[in-house]
């Protein structure tokens, strides 16, 4: 099995919300399609991947670093002992000739390009890469999987009134815990807040995220504020560097909080485990890896949680893509986020999957599962099929 192309193309994932610290109507993704001369059931094998939003496309990197170096590879060493493509070899080629650290964009291009490798390995055995990933780490998978609805975005005129409408649509859709955007200030998201608790009442739960917006004392005051709630958790209070803020911050919020989306390597996982005082009791940890290098570095993100005495169970992915739900299934994490309304047609699950009590089922559909949604395999056969 070989890579015999690479192609990339950048798409609008535009939209007219914003959250507390960018608008997203300019927003772009990479699309890539990894081809290889495997034929499984009279069909090419071809492997897709997205990058997820909140970073823009990454065509650039893509095309003159990651995939000039994927095709420029000796094709057998990209081949494990059984002949098949191995990702994790596929990776060391593409991060040849790069220093550590500063991991910035490029690990969203190499993220892109590994969850089409990862999407071409699982169709070119025939079988689901929850599964795929599940067997090889010698664990049952699960397909069913906990989501949570994320939106209740700033958007102009749109008031608790339609905040708490939006909350509503997602309680019909099945889902028991929903969430909302914080941070332009505690008088404008008090009313907010208290709109959205009454309207969901005792049928869910809800979250708040920040993302990343507040300094130490804003933080605080935030979080005295919201303490006075049962929130499901508080999320990226401050900048994600900031491990010292989401360390004191502790000290004022004794629910759970979640963070780490915006951390785009292991090292940077493992600092914040490190020095951010997250609670593994009651915590939870959003590294996506379609942002952070994909699922090789994932699994070393997951080792390092492990070896700080977190479960995977605490890790509920930011994106809300079927990678991630895949990985969540295969490899026993904790769920995943979802955007019932947005960023279509690439978030989301297979066509026909409803939610449930808060879980969805994966079916088993060869590779991530993109052949299963019509409007989002459409788009990537356009890109090669
Ligand atoms: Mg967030």
Redesign the pocket.
Known sequence: MRIIDVRERTLPIASAIS?AYIDFSKMTLSLVAVVTDAVRDGRRVVGYGFNSNGRYGQGGLIRERFAPRLLAADPASLLDAAGRLDPDRAWAAMMRNEKPGGHGERSVAVGTLDMAIWDAVAKAEGVPLFRLLASRAGREADPRVFVYA?GGYYYPGKGVDGLRAEMRSYLDRGYTVV?MKIGNGIAEDRPRIEGALKEIGGQARLAV?A?GRLGLEEAVAYARMLRDYPLFWY??AGDPLDYALQAALAEHYPGPM?TG?NLFSHQDARNLLRHGGMRPDRDWL?FDCALSYGLCEYRRTLDCVAAAGWSPSRCIP?GGHQMSLAIAAGLGLGGN?SYPDLFQPFGGFPDGVRVEDGHVTLPDLPGIGFEGKADLIRVMRDLAG
């Open positions: 959250n994320a969430k995220d993302n999320e990226e979640a989306e959003q930011h986020e």
